[in-house]
């Protein structure tokens, strides 16, 4: 899936607060979309609440900046989220310009 293509599907998990899976890094995501746009480096990018899976950090759940283009596998799943994940904050300063947020 091209870079287009899952900024699409990004937009729909965001409009729709569905739950994505997907593969970054070399390690398997659970998240809630919150925030997609373009970083202040140019980036395409999403904001997400980790909800479960693997990190180098170790830490779930947490909050995390994805690269688009290094995004593997991208699945929007049938669950839902309600609400806005903990600690949500609108106008993500990370990115210069927003195409989506919750």
């Not at 899952?6 to 569905?18: G, H, Q, T």
């Not at 395409?44 to 479960?52: D, F, L, S």
Request: glycine share 8%; proline share 4%.
């Amino acid at each position: 899936m091209n870079v287009f293509n899952k900024y699409i599907l990004l937009v729909s998990a965001i409009k729709e607060k569905r739950i994505v899976t997907f593969n970054y890094d070399g390690l398997d995501r659970v998240v809630e979309c919150a925030t997609l746009g373009y970083t202040t480096a140019g980036m395409p990018a999403v904001r997400g609440y980790q909800i479960e899976g693997d990190t180098h950090s170790g830490t779930v759940p947490c909050w995390r900046l994805f690269l688009i283009d290094r995004i593997r596998g991208l699945e929007l799943t049938e669950a839902r989220f309600a609400g806005e994940p903990p600690a949500y904050e609108r106008s993500d300063k990370a990115f210069s310009r927003i195409d989506a947020e919750l």
